[in-house]
C-alpha cells in the first residue's frame, strides 16, 4: 500500500474537493489536516514536504485544494473565507470516516500555511476533535490578502467580481471575498481559540511580515508556542526549511495531541484484524479493550516478527481455553490444583496408512499438572481438556461464511 493516495471527498455544498492523504510510516500517533497559503494548492513544497515530514514522524496528514483551486471542482469566484472554513470542516468529517489499522483517523491537528494559517485558527473552534494548531507564516488578520488585488478592489465592488493576477496567475475575485476577509480574524477570536498553539514564522518574510505572528501569539492564550524559522522565504521552497517545520510540529505534536483514538470490535465475541504499516505481513488486532499483533517471524522474506505467526493465535486460543476448563472443573470439585502449563505444537503432516490423501493438521498438546493430585484427579482432568469448547469446535470442524463488505 503506498503511503500517499489521492483522495477525492464531498465539499460543503456537494462540489468534489481533491486531496492526498499521507499516512504513517511506523506507529500512528496522530491525524493533521494541512490547509495551503491563499490561492495556492496542495502541492505547494511546503505542504507536500511538510505533510511527508510529519507522515515519517507517524502523524497521518490529509492536504486538499480548497474550492476553486487545484483539482477541486467549484468556482474560486465563488468561494470566500467562510467557505474555506467549511472546506475544512468538510476534510475534517471526510477524514474521521478513514482508518488506518486499528486506528481511525480522527483529526486532532490542524496545520495551515499562510492565509490557511488564518483559516485554521478560525475553524479549529467548529471541529470538535481538534485539540492543537500549528500557523506557519499565517496573518493576524485575514484581511492581510487584500493588498493583493488593491488595484481591483473598486471594480470587484462595483462590478460584484473582477479578475486579479496574484504570483502571475490570474483570478476571478468575487465581492462576497472581499467583505468577508474584511471582518474575519479579530484579536478577540485569536483570544478564544480552545486549542494547544504553535506559531511559527521566519523573521525575514516579506509576503507577511513578524508582526503578524507577534500579534497572534499575544493574543492567544496559553498553552503556546513560537519558533523562528530563521532564513525561511515565505512559501519555505527550500527543503530544509521546510523538514525543520516538520520536525519541530511533530515533536510538539508529540506532547500535546491526545492519546489516538482506536477501532473496537462493536460485539463480545468480534475481533478486528486490520493491516499494520510494519512489514509486509504485520497486522494489528483488536479483541476488546485488548491490542495485539500477528506477523510472521524473520525466516520469512518481509516478515519481522513483531508477533506472533497465525497459527500460534490458533494454538495459544487452544492452550487458553484447555487451562481454563481444568482450573474451572477442579475449582468445582475441591481439587487441590495450583497450576495448569500448557504446550503445544502444530505440524501438517501425511497418515501413516493413507499419504495419499493430502497432509492434515495435527496438533500435540502436552499439559502439566501442579498440586496434590492423585492418580484418579489426574485422569479425569486429562479426560476433561478433551472436552474444553475450543478442542471440541476443532474437532467438530468450523464452517467459515465470508463475505465482502
Known sequence: MSNIQDVRFAGPVGQQLAGKLHLPQGSYRGAAIFAHCFTCSKETLAASRIAAGLARAGLAVLRFDF???????????????????????????????EKFGTHRLVPQLLIGHSLGGA???TAASDIETVSAVATIGAPSFA??????????????????????HIGGRPFVVGAEMVQDLKSRMTADHIAHLRCDLLVLHSPIDTIVGIENAAKIFTHAKHPKSFVS???????????????????????????????AEKLSPSKEGEVLVSASPDGDFAHDIVA???????????????????G??????????????????????????????EDVEVQLH???????????????????????????????????????ADKCPV????????????SLS
Not at 488585488?149 to 479578475?163: N, R, V, Y
Request: net charge negative.
Open 67 to 97: 474550492t476553486g483551486l487545484g483539482r477541486s471542482e467549484g468556482a474560486f469566484s465563488n468561494t470566500s473565507f467562510a467557505s474555506n472554513i467549511d472546506d475544512l470542516k468538510a476534510a475534517a468529517g471526510f477524514m474521521a470516516a
Open 119 to 121: 483559516a485554521v485558527l
Open 143 to 164: 484581511g492581510h490578502v487584500l493588498h493583493l488585488f488593491d488595484q481591483s478592489l473598486a471594480k470587484i465592488e462595483a462590478d460584484g467580481q473582477a479578475e486579479v
Open 229 to 259: 524559522l530563521d532564513k525561511a522565504n515565505h512559501l519555505l521552497t527550500d527543503a530544509g526549511d521546510a523538514n525543520f517545520a516538520a520536525e519541530v510540529i511533530s515533536s510538539w505534536a508529540q506532547r500535546c495531541l491526545p492519546r
Open 288 to 306: 476488546g479493550s485488548t491490542a495485539m499483533r500477528a506477523d510472521e517471524p524473520l525466516s520469512v522474506p518481509g516478515g519481522l516478527d513483531s
Open 308 to 337: 506472533p505467526p497465525p497459527y500460534d493465535f490458533l494454538l495459544a486460543g487452544l492452550g487458553a481455553c484447555t487451562a481454563m476448563t481444568l482450573r474451572l472443573y477442579a475449582r468445582h470439585k475441591g481439587w487441590p490444583l
Open 346 to 384: 502444530h505440524k501438517k503432516d501425511y497418515l501413516e496408512d493413507n499419504k495419499q490423501a493430502g497432509k492434515l493438521d495435527f496438533i500435540d498438546r502436552t499439559i502439566v499438572l501442579k498440586g496434590e493430585l492423585d492418580d484418579d484427579m489426574r485422569a479425569r482432568l486429562l479426560e476433561i
Open 391 to 402: 478442542h471440541k469446535s476443532l474437532e467438530a470442524g468450523i464452517q467459515v461464511t465470508t
